[in-house]
């Protein structure tokens, strides 16, 4: 079975901060992937990255960097000068190789203040 | 290119009712998924299917909840007889392949009263 944990429920930062949102994925699969989704007040689940098991470099794109660190199981995701738009619950997911369903942490409630 | 739609955006049932949901994927998606949010809880699986096939149902509560997917285009989750403790956020997501990135849906936020 696979387990994500989200160990920030909420977390408070003023506009042009960075901030770092942690989420740790147990499975035993030896290959699997990971992602992170924005929920904002509107309701849907964006897509925002993705990571793979056995990708070597871990990268940034715009504002949004990921740390992967297989040793630990966490997938750490940065938001760099954050902004009020940047406001949102942000989830945690993870998949195995051989299914296609989806283990999701329970959300970190992200509020950048202006 | 038109994304993951779903109808109806709300739905508010009597205990006992029942209710249909639809999902619509995105174009060429064989990879359909159904999800659900409960009371502020994670987003949990429900079922999978790949074109008009059950891959995986294992997340599925009980058998009062049915899912079809005919001709392997739109999706719809039934829920017959509703309860209380079905009222939540159900998502459907697609995707290209089982390994690929899903695209969610906005949801339906049902409540059973």
């Known amino acids: 079975a696979q387990k994500v944990t989200q160990a920030q429920t909420e977390i408070s930062v003023v506009e042009k901060e960075d901030v770092t949102l942690d989420c740790v994925y147990e499975t035993r699969d030896t290959t699997y992937y990971l992602f992170w989704y924005k929920q904002p007040p509107s309701g849907e689940l964006v897509f925002l990255i993705r990571r793979n098991s056995f990708d070597e470099q871990n990268e940034i794109s715009g504002r949004y960097s990921w740390n992967f660190q297989k040793s630990t199981s966490s997938f750490n995701f940065t938001i760099t000068a954050s902004q009020v738009v940047d406001s949102a619950v942000y989830f945690c997911a993870g998949g195995g190789t051989s299914y296609g369903k989806l283990t999701f942490g329970q959300g970190t409630i992200l509020t950048v203040h202006p | 290119e038109a994304g993951v739609t779903q109808f109806p955006s709300h739905s508010v049932i009597e205990k006992g009712q029942t209710v249909t949901l639809r999902c619509d994927p995105i174009s060429g998606h064989d990879n359909l998924y159904w999800y659900r949010r409960v009371m502020g809880k994670e987003i949990k699986f429900l079922l999978h299917?790949?074109?008009?096939?059950?891959?995986?149902e294992s997340g599925m509560p009980n058998n009062r909840f049915l899912a079809e997917r005919t001709g392997g285009t739109y999706s719809t989750l039934k829920v017959q007889p509703a309860e209380l403790e079905d009222s939540g956020v159900y998502f459907c997501?697609?995707?290209?392949?089982?390994?690929?990135?899903?695209?969610f849906g906005p949801g339906t936020r049902l409540t059973v009263l």
């Open positions: 299917f790949v074109k008009e096939s059950k891959q995986d």
């Open positions: 997501a697609s995707s290209q392949g089982i390994r690929g990135e899903q695209f």
